[in-house]
């Protein structure tokens, strides 16, 4: 057995603490799945008002006189089943509204990072970590540091979830986040012109991950690599892409107290009752043959969103109703809203994050729409897989690494989970709605794939065995 690997992972959100997409999902899944891997994680937070109410009996192990413009202090502490360390910085993170929602991010995010590199060099005695695993641009400065700090430091891993967000600050100076001169150059933390915290972080961190072998591909090609494929393409030895998985005790059918009905994997029968309770709660028509199709998504141009309002049309001379919940883009919303008034009962359209409603579509719909044009990796066609609805994907990203096409010859050998769409157009959408309707009239056909995608491994063991294997590599080459 090897030696006990002791990592800090530092990230912006962790389920259930915080979360406003995949992110928090993973960076709340990974310390269960990597203990069985003999990883010891520590995750450290930023100490916004949801994160101290859970902390509220923790102790300080750290106290900052002056932390970038007021007094801090470093809590270590459990709550949301993690161990935590968190940053307790009033005047950066005791506010109201989302995590990033703030003109100082730059700031914030950099004292996060400073605090989380200082806990790398052992700040704290309880906790010192072979490697610390920093989570997208929030995080990327903490490579920075510990690399510019000199001296001892621990291995350093950072993962990319998304690289559309790439945190780089015009007119911010190095002096104000606590670097040396010496950092800005080609090398170091200078991004055309300004400070990339991501840039940072891809730069110097030890070890780069991403979180699917296509999104791993797809950013060190021009097309792809949103100005950093240069960067990724000189890094390529130590990148890496690990697909995520899901944390199965939080997407289990068979315990899940957000259905009307739990259900096993050989019997399907209950998702009647969800798809019932789902039409109802959305107010869509009881047609039983209607195929229900699911969206559960952030409204943004990267989910390809508007892509479903243009289609709409198939869909409903398909016979087919349609269930949306999502927030975001004010202007997709708005479409959303009017679609399902132009179509009473056959499209509902539940504006806003809601945890149960979204367990419920995935136990209820017959198939889930991700028609993405670009995904890291992408959890929901996961949790579809898991819960019996077919995953209706572009094939981008995790989204083509998780999802095996109902082409003729895979369903023949029975090894089709979905349906698969590329290039990402409405031309091309639309076949796959219309190749989703065809598989549906076939009943016995429906329900050998529903099996197949059931049997899909989207548990976290594969992957978190390979993050093991990251950080001992980390170590070892640093
Ligand atoms: P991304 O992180 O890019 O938004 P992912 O598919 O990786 O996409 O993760 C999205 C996560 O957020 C999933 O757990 C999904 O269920 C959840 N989610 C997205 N939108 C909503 C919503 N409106 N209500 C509830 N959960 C949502
Ligand atoms: C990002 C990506 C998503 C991925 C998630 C977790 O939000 O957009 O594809 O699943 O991070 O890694």
Known sequence: MAKTLRVL??????????????????????????LREGVVVRTMLPGYPAVMAALASASAVHVYDSLFGGPARLLAGQAGGLDLFALDAPHLFARTGGPYDHADNALRFAAFSRAAADVGKGIVAEFVPDVVHAHDWQTGLVPAYLHYDGGPRPATVITVHNLAFQGRFDGLTLDTIGLPWHAWGIDGVEYYGAIGYLKAGLALADRITTVSPTYAAEISTPEGGMGLDGLLRHRASVLSGILNGIDDAVWNPATDRH?????????????????????????????????????VSRLTWQKGMDLVLAELAELMDGGAQLAVLGSGDAGLEAAFVDAARRHPGRVAMHVGYDEGLAHLIQGGADAIVVPSRFEPCGLTQMCALRYGALPVVAHVGGLADTVVDANDAAVASGVATGVQFFPVTGEQFAFAIRRTLSLWQDPARWRRLQARAMATDVSWQHSAQQYARVYRESMANR
């Open 9 to 34: 992972s530092v990230a912006s959100e962790a389920f259930p603490l915080a979360k406003t997409g995949g992110l928090g999902d993973v960076v709340g899944a990974l310390p269960a799945a990597l």
């Open 259 to 295: 259905l009307a009905a739990r259900f096993e994997a050989g019997h399907r029968a209950a998702r009647v009752a969800n798809r019932v309770a789902l039409r109802a709660r959305m107010g869509l028509d009881a047609t039983p043959e209607a195929p229900l199709f699911g969206v």
